[in-house]
């Protein structure tokens, strides 16, 4: 898949299949769609095209960062996750549309011409049935239908039943992570649910016990953490081994109180220094809440407990 930031690079397509669309969480909704654009691209002999944006547009047009309508929004992918996931279902051209103040002011007619038309040479599009566009969202299916003779494209809307017969939207995954339902996410996301992020030193308390941990700082401040508790993960290094793992994100009661929340990630059979590399977890299953102990003895027996959990689920 060729990805493309600038659409003054982009090459123009004489018989491009387009859909377009923030597709955060390229969950299982997102890919009955991609599916159909890979399925028409094929019919018609022209390359898959998707158009995304970034920064989230709620960012851009939203309240203040401070704001607790925006500090709601926390993101399924990065746009790095976002590129590998659309990568896997067969799309050979993504363009990533920096999405600004000036881009969210233009008409559904600058969009089409200046995009659809100009830069990429759009002759079948592929929408969702909730898909809009242009300044105020004045665009959608309706409007391109009335509109495709004139432009010279044909226009095919995924219909609501279609999408939402598999039960799932980025909300109601959120809300899974939230409460860490992990299992649901999973199967609304159709893999599991990835968290990347960077090690960094912390208390180090965790080896003096024999469980060393990695301290990971996300990579995306927006990016959805998990709720609070225990979970068995599999870790995968900057060097790409994969290790089983076990997660614990909270705000540790046993050691202390008022304590900031932190990711705390023991590699299970692996020795060696991770500080300042990436990590990426993938959450498989929720193992239990995070519970204060009567010293370090007890959080010590807790975490064997932890550990022969932690390898039945991953065994699965």
């Not at 494209?153 to 609501?160: D, G, K, L």
């Not at 900057?238 to 076990?246: E, F, I, N, S, V």
């Not at 202390?256 to 990630?265: I, K, M, N, R, Y």
Request: charged share 20%; proline share 5%.
């Amino acid at each position: 898949m060729q990805v493309i930031r600038d659409l003054a690079d982009f090459p123009f397509l004489t018989n491009a299949v387009v859909t377009s669309g923030t597709f955060d969480g390229v969950h299982r909704g997102h890919q009955r769609i991609l599916a159909r654009l890979r399925q028409v691209a094929d019919a018609v002999g022209g390359p898959a095209v998707v158009i995304t944006y970034w920064p989230h547009p709620r960012l851009v047009l939203g309240p203040p960062p401070t704001h607790p309508e925006l500090l709601e929004l926390q993101l399924l992918n990065t746009l790095d996750e976002r590129i590998v996931r659309l990568a896997e279902f067969g799309v050979d051209y993504l363009l990533v549309m920096p999405f600004t103040r000036e881009f969210a002011q233009w008409t559904s007619e600058q969009y089409i011409q200046e995009i659809l038309l100009k830069a990429v040479g759009a002759k079948h599009l592929v929408i969702g049935y909730d898909h809009r566009f242009g300044k105020n969202r004045e665009g959608g299916f309706e409007y391109l239908s009335q509109h495709a003779g004139r432009y010279g494209f044909t226009v095919e809307e995924i219909p609501r039943q279609d999408v939402d017969a598999v039960g799932v939207s980025s909300t109601r995954i959120r809300q899974a992570l939230r409460t860490g339902d992990v299992a649901t996410a999973t199967r609304y996301l159709g893999y599991e649910y990835p968290l990347t992020g960077t090690v960094v030193h912390g208390q180090k308390l965790g080896r003096t016990i024999g469980y060393p941990t990695a301290n990971l700082q996300p990579t995306e401040a927006l990016k959805l953490v998990p709720a609070q508790g225990i979970y068995a993960v599999w870790a995968t290094t900057a060097a790409g081994t994969r290790h089983q793992a076990m997660l614990s994100i909270g705000v540790r009661p046993t050691i202390g109180a008022g304590l900031a929340q932190t990711v705390e990630v023991n590699l299970l059979d692996f020795s060696g220094d991770l500080y300042d590399q990436q990590l990426t977890l993938e959450f498989v299953a929720w193992l239990r809440g995070e519970e204060k102990y009567d010293g370090l003895d007890a959080l010590t027996a807790q975490l064997a407990l932890d550990a022969q959990a932690t390898r039945a689920a991953l065994a699965q």
